[in-house]
């Protein structure tokens, strides 16, 4: 297909848009405020839905804006209003923020001109491509996923212009804290400019996660003030440091909404091809906002791979996480791993190498896919959350779903023959509670949100340890600590890729809140004075074992059989006296002790040691002669012959044992 969008050239700028339904096409032309409109001018056929126009003496910075007319008929997919200004769906920059405003949804006719309520697309010559490099994140290292805004919004070391940017990304504080977590790649939550929904102004509030986008190429300017220019630059900060960047993208829905929602973009170009309607004309809603881009179109599906091709030569991310990805596999409706979008992507000669992950479900017809993606996508493990969730809050019966999780989830990943795991495993995401919260809070509390706490999901998993929320009781604090470094130890203990979520490394809380995501307030901005000291040195103390002990982190499947090279087994499962676990055992419903012992191809074995239950006990790991167990975590010393504490996860490592020096004289 020709070119799309604002192309700078030599003689002017070439503006090109897509649609198959409308009658006429316009490119309007501002003033370098972006305030007022200088020229319209009409865009030229050019076949197959390509309108296209050479304007002469333009040059890169011009701000820029669409107008398409045709039928309007709502009820049939057809919303052409040449009153509504439209942002170029291919724009790379824009020179404000979204704001939501009535008009912007009005019907045609109803609701004047919206170009003064618009951002302006502004044409920029890009730069060179980044000199490609495979990337830096490998499957079975940490993933750090963020918000930009709330992770440095209140950071003491950052300058205050700084804070909430992607520019502070780079500052040395944050570099330094990250790799002391041994941090391989950050994910970044959506960096692209987005809307608010309509109901959050009136309310207050403010979609501070970013899930909401218009067009799917044009950064935030809230968040990259610097442009493209800005994320580049952040992105290379990282990677000189060792730091690999993800960027968490949304091509599901769009912040157009359903059909009493604004007319920005696609919809005004032609919603009929850019989203997915039932036969009576209604829009879908496989996302939950309203709307469903038609992944299965031909220029949807370019769009996307122009999209993550622009990000991939001209930012250097190593890759992308893919919001409801069903979304992006569903043909005709339905989803399909073989899905020529996700075929296109992961084939692609710039993306082939790329880093692709998806969060495998939405709340469509067969929405939940985990485990049906094929290689080399990744995928969000959402039953590895709530099995290690249900293990740790003390259920009935959940100890052998708990080593399936340890060991890879063979069960959902394993199926013709896959030899490795292709699991993202976490405890807790931007969606939901907090790591901190899961021990503290038994139901949700949504209410700043505005919806009477109706919102979010009310099967959280979580308990709070004899209080619900804050609470001046240090026994019940203390416990609380153990059980926040259980689930921390049994993540990091967790075979294949691993994700830690921002600020769940020292105790942040959202004081309940599941939903958060209207929150751009203390609730969400990472409290940098107030954190967890202890917990997050013990953070940084798993990370270092997990990179010291190279089987955790190794995604092949654990077999029980002996590593190339070696004579011990990958993995056994004992008792909590050493012994191997019988079938009674793994059925027992009220077992909640364990032991994985692993072994690499070294002849090194690291066992894992949890005991989940309140009691303490007593450990026994088999011996080898000249070998002796020693604390494979200096500041988690454990004598074998004294008790395990309950609820703990304790790690010892085989080393071989000193010789006993001779006497002198003897």
Not at 256 to 284: I, M, N
Request: with cysteine; proline share 7%; hydrophobic share 40%.
């Amino acid at each position: 297909m020709t070119q799309l969008g604002a192309t700078v050239t030599s003689e002017g700028i070439r503006f090109a848009a897509w649609s198959s339904s409308a009658r006429r096409l316009w490119v309007s032309l501002f003033d370098g405020t972006g305030s007022r409109e200088t020229d319209r001018l009409e865009l030229k056929p050019e076949g197959e839905g390509v309108h296209a126009l050479l304007v002469s003496g333009l040059a890169s910075e011009a701000r820029y804006g669409f107008r398409a007319d045709g039928d309007y008929a709502p009820e049939s997919g057809l919303w052409f209003d040449p009153n509504k200004l439209l942002i170029d769906p291919y724009a790379v920059e824009i020179d404000r923020p979204y704001q939501y405003h009535w008009r912007l949804a009005a019907k045609r006719n109803e609701g004047a001109d919206t170009a003064s309520l618009m951002p302006k697309a502004v044409a920029r010559s890009l730069p060179k491509p980044v000199p490609s490099k495979p990337p830096l994140f490998q499957p079975g290292r940490l993933i750090y996923e963020l918000n930009v805004r709330s992770f440095t919004k209140l950071h003491p070391d950052i300058p205050e212009a700084q804070r909430g940017t992607i520019a502070a990304l780079a500052h040395p504080a944050i570099i330094e804290h990250l790799k002391r977590l041994g941090v391989s790649a950050v994910e970044l939550m959506p960096v692209t400019a987005s809307i608010d929904e309509r109901h959050l102004p009136p309310l207050g509030l403010s979609n501070a996660w970013g899930y909401n986008p218009v067009t799917f190429m044009a950064l935030d300017p809230r968040l990259a003030p610097g442009g493209l220019g800005e994320l580049r630059d952040t992105v290379a900060a990282l990677r000189k440091a060792g730091i690999g960047t993800i960027l968490d993208l949304v091509f599901n829905h769009t912040g157009e909404s359903d059909r009493l929602g604004p007319t920005l973009s696609l919809r005004g170009l032609d919603a009929q091809a850019y989203y997915r309607h039932q036969p009576d004309g209604r829009l879908v809603n496989d996302t939950g906002t309203g709307n469903t881009v038609a992944c299965d179109h031909p220029v949807v599906r370019e769009m996307v791979l122009d999209t993550l091709r622009h990000f991939a030569r001209f930012a250097g991310v190593d890759g992308f996480r893919f919001d409801l990805a069903p979304v992006l596999g569903r043909v005709d409706g339905a989803f399909d791993p073989g899905a020529p979008l996700l075929g296109d992507i992961a084939g692609d000669p710039v993306l082939a190498d790329r880093v692709l992950i998806a969060e495998p479900w939405d709340i469509g017809p067969n929405g939940y896919q985990l485990g049906n993606f094929r290689p080399p996508y990744l995928e969000w493990n959402d039953r590895c959350r709530d099995d290690v969730r249900r293990f740790w809050r003390g259920d009935a019966g959940a100890l052998g779903s708990l080593a399936t999780r340890l060991a890879g989830s063979s069960d959902v990943f394993g199926r013709d023959g896959q030899p490795a795991s292709r699991t993202v495993n976490f405890i807790a995401a931007h969606d939901g509670m907090t790591l901190a919260d899961i021990v503290a809070y038994e139901r949700k509390h949504n209410e700043a949100n505005g919806e009477q706490n109706r919102d979010g999901h009310n099967d959280n998993l979580s308990w709070n340890n004899g209080a619900e929320g804050e609470t001046d009781d240090h026994a019940i604090a203390r416990n609380r600590f153990g059980d926040q470094c259980a689930l921390l130890a049994t993540l990091f203990a967790s075979r294949g890729t691993i994700m830690l979520t921002a600020g769940d490394e020292f105790g942040r809380t959202q004081k309940g809140n599941n939903n958060a995501y209207a929150q751009d307030n203390a609730i969400t901005w990472l409290d940098w004075t107030g954190r967890d000291q202890a917990l997050e040195q013990y953070t940084e103390s798993l990370a270092a074992l997990r990179r010291a002990f190279p089987g955790l982190a190794d995604p092949h499947f654990l077999t029980g059989e002996p590593a190339d090279g070696s004579e011990i087994p990958d993995v056994a499962w004992l008792t909590e006296t050493g012994t191997p676990l019988s079938e009674s055992d793994w059925n027992d419903p009220g077992r909640h002790r364990l032991v994985m012992l692993l072994g690499d191809s070294q002849g090194t074995r690291l066992a894992v040691m949890i005991n989940g239950d309140r009691r303490q006990s007593v450990f026994s790991l088999p011996a080898r002669d000249g070998f002796e167990w020693r604390p494979a975590i200096e500041t988690q010393p454990v004598d074998l012959a004294r008790p395990l504490p309950g609820r703990c996860v304790n790690f010892m490592i085989e080393r071989q044992a000193a010789k006993p020096r001779a006497r002198k004289g003897s």
